[in-house]
């Protein structure tokens, strides 16, 4: 695990191919799980991890330029830069609310277009959006905030007599 934590990608088509990677991996994890006999609820709840734990993956592996590429981030840290992260945690809070609208109608409409037997599946979805929306704008926040000056780490030799 510490050697594919040790990997950077900092060219933005390698960045693309793994989010695509990762989405493709999410569909096919459901996919297996639906294979082996797993009600489509479960085949969603394992797409969802395989998402999450990509991007929670991706976060620690890519770096925005200017970044230092050896160290590692901290763990709250989602992308290099706070209008990155700002941007994309109001996109995942859109799909959020847009989940939210989404599970009200199929259980309140007179004649819903999706049928009430998905809203366990909405609700999986509202919750892995919400959770990247809380990341990505913890990380827009944290960035944003000064960072305090460091103490010195030397011991001066001269000592001040009062």
Known sequence: MQRILDLRITRWQWKLLYVLGVLLAGWIVGGVVGAMGAPYLAQIIAGAI????????????????????????PWWQMTARPPLSRRLGILFLVLTVMSVATMFIAVFAPSAAAPAADVPVVIVALLEYAAIAWLYLNSAV????????????????????P
């Open 50 to 73: 395989t998402d999450v734990a990509g991007l929670l993956l991706g976060a620690r592996i890519f770096r925005g330029r200017g970044e230092p590429v050896d160290p590692p981030r």
């Open 142 to 161: 944290r960035l944003g905030l000064p960072v305090p000056p460091r103490e010195p780490k030397f011991r001066p030799k001269v000592r001040l007599k």
